[in-house]
């Protein structure tokens, strides 16, 4: 008889059937040819499902589905484990001193976006057409090879080889934030000082660019009452989320589980 590839698990006496587990791997990422990996993942998930199950019917917890999306109710199962989980749940209540300490601790996070002035040339390029690459990072590095001779030449050499609509003003974009460009341009942006122009092509998904910064405004400190209720929410959160781990873990300690470790490393 062949044995089994995964031992059997079973929670306080209760089984969870391999093509549960098996089900439930497909919603647990794992590395390139580490399937188990994803295997153990998906059989914690379900053992602590169905402590969380177990502990609603010890306290004779009756469902109650609610509304999660629109058109989309939570089965009585769902509605179970959140049940259990509101009466099991106890985070810490957070403070208004421990939200202005939060603040105090980590101004820097606190602060309105820094903008840009820029100014670039597209040399565009899909980014799965090697020829057409190879072919704009040619043009790109001729065109950095005039800048480095004429550095004021930068508003014509857009005008005349861009491949983006901004080449009519001479290659500006105008104002810019975080998030308003990919990437790669952002860090470019972030690598240069007022009146730099970047010495290398800058790839992204739409080409290759020169990238030149006019001017950077420095986001500034934001004052505590704006970001107060920001600062509670997430805190609240992290309280709720070491509550939850905490309770689990304690179903954990108390339960009888076999076939699986709870704590060991997934590896």
């Known amino acids: 008889m062949n ?10 006496g209760q089984a969870i059937a391999a093509a549960d587990i098996a089900a439930e791997a497909q919603n647990h990422a794992a590395p390139a040819g580490k399937p188990g990996i994803a295997w153990r993942k998906a059989a914690r998930a379900l053992v602590i499902r169905a402590l969380l199950l177990q502990e609603a019917d010890r306290l004779a917890l009756q469902p109650q589905p609610q509304e999660i999306a629109p058109g989309r109710r939570e089965t009585d199962d769902e509605a179970l484990i959140r049940a259990a989980m509101e009466a099991g749940v ?17 101004r820097d996070r606190f602060r309105s976006p820094t903008l840009y002035e820029v100014a670039h040339i597209l040399f565009s390029a899909a980014p799965d057409d090697a020829d057409a690459r190879a072919k704009a990072r040619t043009r790109a590095n001729n065109a950095l090879a005039q800048l480095a001779e004429r550095p004021g030449d ?26 308003d460009t990919v990437p790669e341009f952002e860090a470019a ?12 092509p800058v790839e992204t998904r739409y080409g290759l660019h020169i990238i030149q910064l006019l001017a950077r405004a420095e986001g500034e400190h934001l004052p505590y ?10 805190l609240e959160k992290a309280a ?15 339960a009888k589980i076999t076939g699986i470790a709870m704590t060991a490393p997934l590896g």
């Open 240 to 254: 709720w989320a070491r509550a939850a781990h905490a309770f689990t873990a304690r179903l954990v300690d108390q």
């Open 154 to 179: 930068f508003a014509a050499l857009a005008r005349d080889l861009s491949d983006c609509p901004s080449r009519d003003a001479g290659g500006r974009l105008g104002q810019i934030g975080p998030g």
């Open 90 to 106: 106890a985070p810490a209540p957070v403070t208004e001193q421990d939200v202005r300490a939060h603040y105090l601790a980590h």
């Open 189 to 200: 942006l972030g690598r240069l000082a007022i009146g730099e122009t970047t010495t290398q």
């Open 3 to 12: 044995k089994p590839l995964f031992p059997e698990i079973t929670v306080n």
């Open 225 to 234: 009452e704006p970001v107060a209720a920001t600062i509670l929410e997430t």
